[in-house]
């Protein structure tokens, strides 16, 4: 953790307790939109991740920057980079390198059609890239489920921790007997297919790739994979509370396992799994860019 004291103060705010109430707030907003009629209206815009943004999408994010802005007012410095409107300044520079990275609903689609598993999701770190993650929340709004983790300190879900030797399953066939599976393009399942069946016994999507990560640090799953690029935004968070609860993740469009920058971009395919064997199986699946590393890193 960065010796300047800006730094040091702003990654000492309360950040749980911000998100907290933004989730709060973003139960609330979805509440009172209670049918799919409601929840499919547009925006007419774009966001920054450049998918159509709905309406709920952008009232969530107001609630997200609403609380951003309370941090600010309170002295934090840092550069928030948001699904919609992408990087907005709250007094970052190479002196306070803090970024806050939030996707208001991860599983949009989910949220509009009243299906479990979206999430308010918001990572914070004292640097560029996923290494450099030192807090991750993820809000599902469908099971009401709170993960949280604090880089070298732990994972809890709902205020319990996770167990760290939680470990794997697998088939009589030793492949893995479930994982989760995003990005879930048709047509990229019908292109991973073989390699997906060398490898898990058993295959989920559930529409939200950091909520399928979740289901991997809570040994729900026993790995997940995006079979295309995913952005930061999606996964900051929750590829923290894989590691902090003793997964494995690693981008493998990249050297470093831990290498994809923090930006709007989608940059690099991500795996996770409860151990570095399965992680390494794993890495052999996604369609993207893939570089996969001499050692996985947890």
């Not at 952008?58 to 410095?77: K, M, P, S």
């Not at 560029?128 to 604090?150: N, S």
């Not at 289901?215 to 929750?238: E, I, K, M, P």
Request: some cysteine; hydrophobic content about 45%.
């Amino acid at each position: 953790m960065p010796d300047d004291p800006g730094v040091a103060g702003t990654l000492a705010m309360d950040w749980l307790a911000a998100s907290r109430r933004a989730a709060g707030g973003l139960r609330r907003m979805l509440a009172a939109r209670p049918t799919t009629a409601e929840r499919v209206l547009e925006t007419g815009t774009r966001g920054e991740g450049g998918d159509l943004t709905l309406e709920i999408d952008a009232a969530a994010e107001e609630l997200v920057f609403a609380e951003l802005d309370r941090l600010h007012g309170e002295g934090a410095r840092f550069g928030a980079i948001s699904e919609e409107r992408g990087e907005v300044d709250y007094g970052y520079d190479d002196d306070h390198p803090v970024l806050v990275v939030i996707d208001p609903i991860d599983g949009s689609l989910n949220a509009k059609r009243r299906l479990p598993h979206h999430s308010l999701s918001i990572a914070v770190a004292a640097g560029t890239t996923m290494a450099d993650v030192v807090f991750g929340y993820v809000h599902d709004f469908g099971p009401e489920e709170e993960w949280v983790a604090r880089r070298g300190e732990g994972a809890w879900l709902n205020g319990a921790p996770l167990a760290l030797e939680s470990g794997e399953r697998r088939w009589r066939d030793g492949k893995l007997e479930l994982v989760g599976v995003e990005s879930a393009d048709p047509r990229w399942i019908r292109d991973a297919a073989d390699m997906l069946a060398d490898t898990a016994h058993r295959l989920r999507a559930i529409g939200s790739i950091a909520c399928s990560l979740c289901q991997v640090a809570g040994a729900r799953f026993d790995g997940a994979v995006t079979l295309r690029n995913s952005r930061a935004v999606d996964v900051a968070a929750a590829q923290l509370i894989v590691r902090e609860a003793g997964g494995a993740v690693a981008f493998t469009a990249y050297e470093h396992p831990l290498g994809a920058p923090l930006d709007v971009e989608p940059r690099s395919p991500v795996v996770a799994a409860r151990t570095e064997r399965a992680l390494r199986q794993l890495a052999t699946v996604p369609l993207g860019p893939r570089r996969p590393p001499a050692t996985m890193e947890s």
